[in-house]
């Protein structure tokens, strides 16, 4: 069974940045896509970013919120199952729990969900 599990979060400036992490564990991780999502409070959980697990480029499918084009940055280590977010020039909006997804199949939802992890920004 994989298990996902977020860390980094925190309380932060604005302006200031973060990086969150994503542990994947599990015999059987090799998911099509991975991706992070936030949700505020009161708020339905929203998109942030996604990119393809495997392809000749780390780059590769990489997909961002309108929201967070040109702030935040999404990347991948495969030899260790990790999953990063490297988040820049932060904003009180972006307060809200992100949580990190897996999309076991080309066709379908994101099926894995870590715990969340809460980042704060102040202004």
């Known amino acids: 069974q994989v298990q996902l599990v977020e860390s980094g979060g925190g309380l932060v400036q604005a302006g200031g940045s973060l990086r969150l992490s994503c542990a994947a564990s599990?015999?059987?991780?090799?998911?099509?896509?991975m991706g992070w999502f936030r949700q505020a409070p009161g708020k339905e959980r929203d998109f942030v970013a996604a990119m393809d697990w495997s392809g000749p480029d780390t780059y590769y499918g990489t997909a961002y919120a309108n929201s967070v084009k040109g702030r935040f940055a999404i990347s991948r280590d495969n030899a260790k199952n990790m999953l990063y977010l490297q988040m820049n020039s932060l904003k009180p909006e972006d307060t809200a729990v992100y949580y990190c997804a897996a999309k076991s199949q080309r066709v379908g939802q994101f099926d894995v969900w870590g715990q969340g992890t809460q980042v704060t920004v102040s202004s």
């Open positions: 599990g015999r059987t991780f090799n998911p099509y896509r």
